[in-house]
């Protein structure tokens, strides 16, 4: 995918946040309370192109490549994270699916629709018993006459309740020698035997709305297999999973931003005994604490993006960005509240609703354990070659 210029993108990141500090941020009380994105905000997300930032520009997108990707996502995650999470997966998990591995007719039926916003797709991955690893997959896809039908239950999917469009993994055979035996099928929403269930009551990320949702008996057409290839699910999850970890790695990065400048505004206004507590030396420990990790983890977001684009690491350089940066964001958040003291602790503070978001962070692409995993295996493979 061909990156747009510097000089293109640089009036996009602008916009981005214009649109982020001066649209958004006073509204994010109005986000969290209603549980919900409102309309217009939406609407003007996608007249911006953002449904489809990361959708080439054949069909319908920006063309951003991830290092540009990233940068919007560091802009992104300065406000309620329910903002990115309305559009994330069209450009990512699900959008890249179809991007890196469907056909030219799965394309041109679809893209256009995700990157204008008309569509809403979804990555269906999840499900009770398997998460982080989707070598654990229960759900199943049988042949029939000339197509397929599914059944199996998803679990925590982002943007099912609003969903057009499901980008379902499902396993069409026991793993064995040859392959994991998992496919990937694109399952419109109103397809009979598609069922949502209500939306979950989660910790925070209010108006990033997910669900469970239920394939009985879904009959499907033999197009709607992505790419054509029964094995390709397994390596179709893996390879937007490794893109999704650097997004979510520069999401962190953007949010420990506005923690840590909430924390410099406060620090610097509040007075305990008539002293601005920035001037006591605990107090600057801790905003030290929070810049230090903010530098640290956009260096290594830009990094991780640089090689991930450049095809020198796919694996462990994405999952050593989500790793920090995540854990980074939890860290800076807690200092965060620590300094703001009982006033963090309270509904209407910024840093009290970053506190919250942040945790889902260490959780989504892969948990904190799974990408020491991969990292520690991966070095430790690359030792024995």
């Not at 649109?19 to 309309?39: H, Q, S, W, Y």
């Not at 499902?170 to 929403?189: C, K, M, N, Q, W």
């Amino acid at each position: 995918m061909a990156a747009v210029s510097p000089e293109d993108f640089r009036p996009i990141v602008e916009l981005v946040r214009d649109f982020v500090r001066t649209k958004v941020i006073p509204r994010e009380l109005e986000i969290m309370n209603d549980d919900a994105i409102p309309g217009d905000l939406r609407a003007q997300a996608a007249e911006m192109g953002l449904f489809g930032y990361a959708i080439p520009q054949e069909w319908g997108g920006l063309g951003l490549d991830l290092s540009q990707d990233v940068e919007l996502a560091m802009e992104f995650g300065y406000t309620s994270l329910a903002l990115r999470s309305m559009f994330g997966t069209n450009n990512g998990i699900a959008g890249q699916v179809l991007v890196n591995f469907g056909t030219d007719a799965q394309k041109a039926e679809w893209l256009e629709r995700i990157a204008s916003g008309e569509v809403v797709a979804s990555f269906a991955l999840t499900e009770p018993g398997a998460g982080s690893n989707p070598a654990g997959l229960r759900a199943k896809a049988v042949r029939d006459g000339d197509g397929w039908v599914l059944d199996g239950g998803k679990r925590f999917i982002t943007n099912a309740p609003i969903a057009d469009l499901f980008v379902v993994f499902a396993r069409t055979r026991p793993a064995d020698e040859s392959g994991p035996g998992i496919a990937v099928f694109l399952v419109p929403a109103d397809r009979p035997g598609v069922e949502v269930g209500p939306k979950d009551a989660k910790m925070g990320q209010e108006g990033a709305w997910t669900a469970d949702v239920t394939f009985s008996n879904v009959r499907v057409p033999a197009s709607s297999l992505v790419g054509g290839d029964e094995d390709a699910g397994y390596r179709a999850a893996m390879t937007s999973l490794a893109r999704g970890r650097v997004h979510i790695a520069a999401l962190a990065v953007g949010t420990a931003q506005r923690a840590l400048d909430e924390s410099v505004a406060y620090a610097a206004s509040a007075t305990q005994g008539g002293t601005p507590i920035g001037e006591f030396q605990l107090v600057q420990a801790m905003l030290a604490d929070q810049q230090t990790g903010v530098m640290a983890g956009r260096a290594l977001v830009r990094e991780a993006a640089a090689r991930y684009v450049s095809g020198e690491d796919r694996r462990l350089g994405p999952s050593a960005a989500k790793l920090y940066c995540t854990e980074m964001a939890g860290k800076v958040a807690d200092l965060a509240v620590q300094i703001h003291g009982g006033t963090g602790y309270m509904r209407e503070v910024p840093v009290e609703r970053i506190y919250r978001d942040v945790r889902l962070l260490r959780l989504y692409e892969g948990t904190s354990e799974i990408q020491r995993l991969i990292i520690g295996g991966g070095l430790i493979r690359g030792a024995k070659r």
